[in-house]
DNA sequence: GAATTAAGCGGACACGGCGTCCACTTGTCG
DNA sequence: CGACAAGTGGACGCCGTGTCCGCTTAATTC
């Protein structure tokens, strides 16, 4: 076997300019068939046909429809992700000095809130990604799973991670379509959930 | 349009030797084949395979693999609910007449073992029928949140529906696989979920 | 601005699962 | 034993997936 690597990787090789357009097209067009109907049905084919270009052409950048919906998904995700860790607020930790942050059954509802957000704009981008068992390997997922497990450690519970997957449940983006299309508005899930994490987090 | 039901609709067409042989056959097999790796990875071909008759036949009872595992998984499930409504406490409601039956927490907390049970046994199965969005739509789906929501209730908590869904969450089958597989113990779980109970419903 | 090179492109192809259809077989009943 | 309906099973068409390979075109060099 011949050792590939001497002299590092040099600069990455710039993108092409017709790469570049398509890739725009892809995600433009990928977006638009999320959003209108199920996103399970979208298939690759459809994706290519309405970003005008070749099958293969899809293939080459993106292996599968998932990669496809998280690309247009980081953004928001890492967003949050952000606040959670350096926002104001309830979101965030607060004055790590002081030790006057808030309670972590304020942050999880705070959470929880800015999460039911994230659902209502892009539950169907969360859909055209990862669903089903898969959801728990994605990165993202671990990231919520810390989080929450940090809070309850904060806030004295047994067995935190178990518990965070558990207090993470409910946010499953299949519940929460489900529950909008049943006529539930965003102010009760939130309301609820808000509930949960007093109960769960509080000093009950 | 002929009206088509006068006169009832007699006897119940006995079902012939043969069919019923093959039912068994088709029982056994996909039983097998879902215990044995991904349920969600077994084709009606495989399922038509393994019990030696023909895909037409197999098809002609059963239009799809989740009617099969529904098959398998419904005599469980009855169980259950049989005992959520007149077994004993704290699984069952207790002496309706004298007002001493248990706190809505310890229900909460004893179905949620429960169903750790059933889930530790026939994971394979609920994977094996409707997953995703699709379980919020089955008949043993309304009947749990039909359970939870009265649990809330009698808890006094507002919007019990909403958090019946939401207490329900933590028990979907993907999240439970992915558990088990990360090395959890089902003693875990339930412990866990006995937290949650008493946080949600308890007299926090 | 022509020549060179490799990245990019896209249609054709094979594969596999789904669901249906229909000619044949077999159990059941008179 | 004969008639008939219920049951059987394999062949067929459809659709989505993922790969492969000859052609095109953007970028680079002189």
Sequence with gaps: MTTELPLADGPPPRERADAARNRAKVLAAAERLFASGDPAAVTMDDIARAAGIGRGTLYRRYPDRASIARALLDEHERALQERLLRGDPPLGPGDPAAGTGPAPAERLAAFYAAMVDLLETHVHLVLGAETGEARYRTGAHAFWRLHVAHLAREAGRPDPEVLADQLLAPLAP??????????????????????????ALGQG
């Design 174 to 199: 299949e519940l929460f379509r489900h529950q909008r299309e049943r006529g539930v508005t965003p102010e009760r899930i939130t309301a609820g959930l808000t509930a949960l994490a007093h109960g």
